[in-house]
């Protein structure tokens, strides 16, 4: 149970053009979903976070018209990287919220990730 | 502030040794704690987690690890490492409130050797 499906999972585009990725989970309900950045061996840096029916809380630093993040059902959340430049290459993964109360709240599924790469 | 430091970036283990690797949080109350594991160019997969009660916690593929709060310390063991287990290593402490956000430490890369 609880896995979350990233799409796709490499993408390839030319600069100034935009990509949707989709992060869906497959068997549970997610009303909140995060979405990370990680560059080559660095840690993940987490840019949004997506409530289902809400508009996204965005990390300091990250801008908001660049990374839009849309959560329109509790099992999709999609982040479009507008305008995309080659500094926007990167390793991008998605997580999911898992269900339950208390602890179980701070669990997160996690997608396999996309690599951008913008030419 | 909530922080996790994992004081070693590289772990270089021979396939059958036993291995730890270290974790330290800091957080003001009693913290959700976890360990994921990252193979390359692969999202993120849960091994272990721990809310309360017993302090030593049991997880998938054979690895374990300890709550120590005297010590502040969350470290992750396995009695006898795999080829396999070559990974990124990254601990966690969960946020309580809020969004219940993950703070992740910066990693500690795996290697094995034969």
């Known amino acids: 149970g609880a896995v979350v499906s990233q799409h796709p999972s490499w993408v390839i585009c030319k600069s100034g053009t935009s990509v949707k990725i989709e992060c869906r989970s497959l068997d549970f309900q997610a009303t909140t979903m995060f979405w990370y950045r990680q560059f080559p061996k660095q840690s993940l840096m987490l840019m949004a976070t997506?409530?289902?029916?809400?508009?996204?809380?965005?990390e300091q630093g990250v801008e908001k018209d660049k990374f839009l993040i849309n959560h329109a059902s509790l099992t999709l959340s999609t982040l479009t990287v507008t305008s995309a430049h080659p500094e926007d290459s990167s390793f991008y993964i998605c997580?999911?919220?898992?269900?339950?109360?208390?602890?179980?709240?701070?669990?997160?599924?996690f997608g396999a990730g996309t690599r951008l790469s913008v030419l | 502030a909530q922080s996790v430091t994992q004081p070693d970036i590289h772990i270089t283990v021979s396939e059958g040794a036993s291995l730890e690797l270290r974790c330290n949080y800091s957080y003001g109350a009693t913290p959700y704690l976890f360990w994921y594991v990252q193979s390359p160019g692969q999202g993120l997969q849960l091994l272990l987690k721990?809310?309360?009660?017993?302090?030593l916690v049991q997880g998938i593929k054979g690895f374990e690890a300890e709550f120590k709060r005297s010590q502040s310390s969350f470290n992750l063991r396995k009695p006898s490492v795999h080829w396999s287990d070559a990974a990124e290593y990254f601990c966690a402490v969960g946020a309580v409130g809020g969004y219940n956000k993950l703070i992740f430490g910066a990693g500690t890369r795996l290697a094995v050797h034969p």
């Open positions: 997506s409530n289902e029916g809400s508009k996204a809380t965005y």
């Open positions: 721990y809310f309360s009660g017993d302090t």
């Open positions: 997580s999911a919220r898992g269900p339950g109360t208390s602890g179980a709240k701070n669990i997160q599924y």
